[in-house]
Nanobody, 125 residues
Framework: QVQLVESGGGSVQAGGSLTLSCLAS???????WAWFRQAPGKEREGVAA????????YYADSVKGRFTISQDNAKNTLLLQMNSLKLEDTATYYCAADRPWRITTPLQPGKYTTWGQGTQVTVSS
């Protein structure tokens, strides 16, 4: 049973950077990993996803060129480097993971069954 724990959230001014981490316990070989976010009153949306072969990544249009998803296999950790943060990036960010046969669209949250508890990111002007 895979468990996920996020860290790295915080408060930052617009234009700044943060790196989120998601530590996985258990075997995540050949999994999809993804970051989602949810702002108050809004639906959960996909931010970025990666397949554990390391070569296949997916990004929401709103974060392309600003966010980078990567994995540290030695530490079994998923990372999200967030640069040029905007006010609209404010949300609770969640890490998710699941086997590829469950995932047809990596940036859609509905098929993921393993989630972290979330970490808050607040961007201020």
């Amino acid at each position: 049973q895979v468990q996920l724990v996020e860290s790295g959230g915080g408060s930052v001014q617009a234009g700044g950077s943060l790196t989120l981490s998601c530590l996985a316990s258990g075997n995540t070989y050949r999994y999809y990993w993804a970051w989602f976010r949810q702002a108050p009153g809004k639906e959960r949306e996909g931010v970025a996803a990666i397949y554990t072969d390391g070569d296949t990544t997916y990004y929401a249009d709103s974060v392309k060129g600003r966010f980078t998803i990567s994995q540290d296999n030695a530490k079994n950790t998923l990372l999200l480097q967030m640069n040029s943060l905007k006010l609209e990036d404010t949300a609770t960010y969640y890490c998710a993971a699941d086997r590829p046969w469950r995932i047809t669209t990596p940036l859609q949250p509905g098929k993921y069954t393993t989630w972290g508890q979330g970490t808050q990111v607040t961007v201020s002007s």
